[in-house]
């Protein structure tokens, strides 16, 4: 091949070195034994201008194309290695300071697509405009950069001051010691692992908030301040004086008796951190069919329909005991507890209260200063109130306990509450028992219970005589209701049971209540004079003809109708 020729391919295939670099020359044979290093060639740029021959040609216009695009490729693919690898950085960085965000999310980037050099638009820029350009871009990525740095330096500080703020909150909670998770009274413990019940205490309110493990709903169980105190220890009487007079761990003790929970938070709040806390929350709105009055506090609904209650009027209508058309006062307070508990739900999910930092603060801040309790601090409370959001508000159930303890009515309610069951149903139509056959009274256990006679020991005397005739009373007491006479209450299934115990208290008249739950109840009235007969066959019970209507029934919280 000729010099020229030889000279002219090496011009063309020449990559241009920066002046002043060695570039060391591949060895090509490494087995090669060791020899005098021939001459190196010299180098364009070392040879004078005047040794070049007329035969060196000047590069073409087309191999001079070919290296610019080569350099402008080479010039991408750096600026896209330099990307990428603050990307990565950026991430990093967002996974350490923002570990709530997930940077994971959505599909994997595309490989970049291959450059088309003819519809490329830098493909034909000078290098000045090419480096300009980068030199932007370098900006941007510097200022998006700048932004994740003060945005995580904006979430430590936030993070700083809400664990000032947590430790604050805590300290303004006085404590107490009221809980008893070692109590024998607890049923099947291990069920209730992971679970929170959180028992709250107000001036005349006792509420067992439960939050099963799974989170699948919370139940809200009232127990009414009249239920009966069985332990001496804890005073006697009614539970709404079990706080005042032996304090809040004995109020633990007999929730615990009562319901087999394992009570595992507590707290009391008074009505002025109520308050606080619903104008915190902001006006809550109750829909009412007429307007409400109570005898003693006025008005507490002025008008038919919804409309908007604050603070001060919250705390009078879940006081309010003295409403016409209730059928107890107890009762008639109890249901308006949970129509206001219902509603309060709504309005904190619909003002996302737990994502708006103000009200958060002024929420927790308006209970923890009225508050005293024990393993109830702020964690403990965003917690439930996590729950409360995380669920739908038909999955908020409030209920409410009988005010006999230790009915069958109230383990029923309970063993669904801890099994995660539906509840039991208040409303079963009623049933006319009229004349059938009885059963044997030694398979029946029995409640004897004092509604309202003065005669005395009238309850355990009739309970003695009842035994007589085969019966088993398990529970003689004094009824929490008072009534005008005599009356057997009965579960549905019962009817053979009730027409039995009937036939033994011809004086008595029945009545089917859905809250017995399986029980059977002879409450005793004013006008009884202890009159007991053996059962026989053909007796026509005397009915009341309705049945007894569930001491409150079950809401959710999405009931928002009108009543």
Not at 184 to 194: E, L, N, T
Not at 212 to 232: L, Y
Request: net charge negative; aromatic share 4%; proline share 8%.
């Amino acid at each position: 091949m000729p010099d020229s020729v030889r000279m002219r391919l090496a011009a063309e295939t020449e990559q241009p070195t920066p002046q002043g670099e060695d570039v060391e020359q591949p060895v090509l044979e490494q087995d090669a034994p060791e020899q005098e290093a021939a001459p190196r060639p010299e180098r364009r740029h070392e040879i004078e201008p005047a040794a070049l021959t007329t035969e060196m040609e000047p590069i073409g216009e087309e191999v001079q194309r070919r290296r610019k695009v080569d350099q402008t490729l080479a010039r991408f693919s750096a600026v896209h290695d330099e990307m990428a690898a603050e990307e990565r950085q950026r991430k990093t960085r967002q996974k350490k300071y923002m570990p709530w965000i997930d940077t994971e999310q959505g599909p994997p980037e595309a490989p970049p697509e291959p450059v088309d050099q003819e519809e490329d638009p830098e493909f034909d820029l000078e290098p000045e405009e090419i480096e300009r350009r980068r030199h932007k871009r370098r900006m941007i990525g510097l200022a998006i950069k700048i932004a994740a740095i003060v945005a995580a330096a904006i979430v430590l500080i936030a993070c700083g001051i809400a664990w000032g703020a947590i430790k604050h909150w805590d300290g303004q909670i006085k404590p107490v010691d009221a809980l008893d998770t070692g109590s024998s009274a607890i049923v099947a413990a291990d069920k209730q692992h992971g679970d929170d019940n959180f028992l709250l205490v107000g001036s005349d309110t006792v509420l067992v908030a439960h939050v099963p493990a799974n989170r699948k709903r919370i139940v809200f169980v009232s127990i009414p301040g009249s239920t009966e105190v069985p332990d001496p220890a804890c005073g006697s009487g009614k539970l709404a004086a079990a706080y005042a007079a032996a304090g809040p761990q004995c109020v633990t003790k007999l929730v615990q008796q009562e319901s087999g929970l394992l009570v595992n938070h507590f707290m009391t709040l008074d009505s002025e951190g109520f308050k606080n806390m619903v104008d915190a929350i902001g006006s809550v709105e109750l829909c009412a069919k007429a307007p409400v009055t109570d005898g003693v506090l006025g008005p507490l609904l002025p008008k038919a329909g919804p409309q908007g209650v604050t603070g001060d009027v919250a705390v009078k209508f879940v006081k309010a005991r003295n409403v016409a058309g209730d059928a107890s006062p107890e009762a008639g307070q109890i249901q308006r507890q949970q129509r206001f508990m219902a509603a309060l739900l709504r309005t904190a999910l619909h003002n996302q209260v737990l994502l708006d930092p103000t009200k958060l603060n002024n929420v927790i801040s308006s209970v923890t200063r009225s508050a005293s309790g024990e393993n109830v601090g702020v964690d403990q409370l965003l917690t439930l109130g996590q729950s409360l959001q995380g669920v739908s508000p038909e999955q908020v159930l409030f209920t409410s306990a009988p005010a006999s303890a230790a009915s069958a009515a109230t383990k029923a309610l309970f063993t669904a509450v801890i099994n995660g069951d539906p509840l039991p149903d208040g409303a079963t139509s009623a049933t006319q028992l009229g004349s059938g056959p009885l059963v044997d009274p030694k398979t029946m256990k029995i409640q004897v219970l004092n509604g309202g006679n003065t005669k005395a020991k009238i309850a355990s005397n009739t309970a003695d005589a009842l035994k007589q005739q085969g019966f088993q009373p398990v529970w003689v007491d004094a009824s929490p209701d008072k009534v005008d006479q005599t009356v057997i209450r009965y579960s549905a299934g019962r009817e053979a049971q009730a027409r039995t115990l009937a036939a033994a208290v011809p004086s008595a008249k029945v009545q089917l209540d859905p809250s017995m739950a399986g029980a059977l109840a002879l409450v005793i009235g004013p006008e009884f004079n202890g009159s007991v007969v053996a059962p026989k066959e053909g007796t026509t019970p005397q009915s009341l003809g309705q049945p007894q209507a569930a001491a409150v029934s079950t809401v959710s919280g999405a009931d928002a109708s009108c009543q």
